[in-house]
């Protein structure tokens, strides 16, 4: 076996779940597909094990059991014992289990298992883990250290994940990942053809498959013919509501000149038809949400997504059938449509990078007004980011202007957050139980001693956000938030950059001049400090 060297990000992931599971006993990592989450949890594991744990590998589907025993095995040289239909980890000299929910949950097998015969639990695909059987397992061993592993692409999936785990050990990015190189840069192009959602019913929390089957089907032949002129040479995956679409489609696209195939739970020739196509046999391949997980084509350079979804963590599974590096292969095609919907919760190529709402809608915004045209994402993203500022700036000034008549002696914490240029502060969402409840009244007085008026703050995690904020900028000798309302009053700009001292002189200065405006010769909103 030869030694598994981890990436960065993998090496500082694997040692940030040991530090959180010295303060909790469950916490969260977050890895993009393709960033090799199943390495890290291995690692974790070969650790665990050295410790003396029995460590117990929790997934949904026998694919992912399969796959974790072989990347744990090739990893660390570590055996795992299975638990699932006729075979068991009892009576096995092995340290390491990979284990079906579906047979583990059944409450006869679990009853031959002390509640502390495993130290670790570790579950794949951790977004399925709040359902009944997953939970079923986890109240069962109500001492083990847990660690779930998932691609939520953003914090906002995880609120309800946040009902079960205490902390987020660890969140590598999907933006990060492509700037290092690490995972494919992605284009998308929304394609200006307006299917109609409107009347497709909710289930469960997201659209109804059969439903989302009934309106597209319309449309089938309008889709194949716009795919003709931008996924011509391409290797695409086309992801559809249900088989038999899946399997209209397949049909309409080979009409149209396209080498496409078929795959779902039925095919009997599965195998052979991924291998068929990872060989280049085929050039589309379509599927009802069938290769969302535990399937990997590197080589795979367009995704078709049919299936339009309000859950980001399944359009994230999606596109991530493509975000894997190729040889050759310089970026990810991201074909979207127009769908018209009455809810705006609908999943676009902006869900996948975007960790603000605000910059989100912006952003889908202006993908649809280049209809027609590839472009990056990260691009666009930087392009909506700008856009929100200026935005948010502009209302600042208006709000400044009712404030300079109010006179309020605390800040708003908006004019900080733009002032020092803080986008995880403007953006911050809760996502765990403590950080969404009320700001504490601790927190409160805290805020009011440092400048900040704490009314406009509506929970306990942005306060303690912001406070770790003012705390370090204190120690860094940054202007203090009082410094910064008194002098953007005068027509200063980011004042928040600026050091306590460079304040300090600036506010003498205008003290001494008699508070009539700006010392003679400075132009506020040209004056940098030294």
Known sequence: ???????????????????????????????????????????????????????????????????????????????????????????????????????????????????????????????????DGYQRILKHFPNAKVLGVTATPDRGDMRNLGEYFESLAYEYTLPKAIREGYLSPIQALTIPLKLDLSGVGIQAGDFKAGEIGTALDPYLHQIAKEMEQYCRRRKTVVFLPLVKTSQKFCD??????????????????????????????????????????????????CIVVLRPTKVRSLYCQMVGRGTRLFPGKNHLLLLDFLWHTERHELCHPASLICENDEVAKQMTEDLKEAAGAAVDLEEAEKKASEEVVAQREEALAKKLLEMKKRKKQLVDPLQFEMSIQAEDLSGYRPAFG????????????????????PDEIENAGKASLLLERLRKRQAEGLATPKQIRRLEMYGFQHVGTWSFDAATNMIDRIAAAGWRGAPRGVNPQEYRPE
């Not at 079906?100 to 015969?117: A, G, H, I």
């Not at 078929?262 to 290769?291: K, P, T």
């Open 252 to 301: 309409i696209l080979n009409e149209g000149g396209f080498r496409a195939a078929e795959v779902n739970g039925e095919s009997a020739d599965r195998a052979q038809i991924l291998s068929e196509f990872e060989a280049g046999r085929y050039d589309v391949l379509c599927n009802s949400m069938l290769l969302t997980e535990g399937w990997d084509c590197p080589s795979v350079d």
């Open 1 to 131: 076996m030869t030694a598994t060297i981890l990436r960065p990000y993998q090496e500082e992931a694997r040692k940030a779940v040991f530090e959180e599971w010295e303060q909790v006993n469950r916490t969260l990592l977050v890895l993009p597909t393709g960033c090799g989450k199943t390495i890290v949890f291995a690692k974790v594991t070969e650790d665990c094990v050295r410790r003396g744990k029995r460590v117990l590998i929790l997934a949904h589907r026998g694919e992912l059991l399969e796959q974790a025993a072989d990347k744990i095995t090739k990893t660390t040289g570590l055996q795992c014992a299975m638990e699932k239909a006729e075979a068991s980890c009892l009576g096995s000299w092995y340290r390491v289990t990979v284990g079906s929910v579906q047979s583990l949950q059944r409450e006869k097998r679990l009853e031959r298992f002390p509640e502390d015969y495993f130290g670790t639990i570790i579950i794949d695909e951790a977004h399925h883990s709040l359902s």
């Open 434 to 453: 403590w950080e969404m409840a009320p700001p504490s009244q601790k927190q409160k007085k805290e805020l009011e001693q440092r400048g900040i008026l």
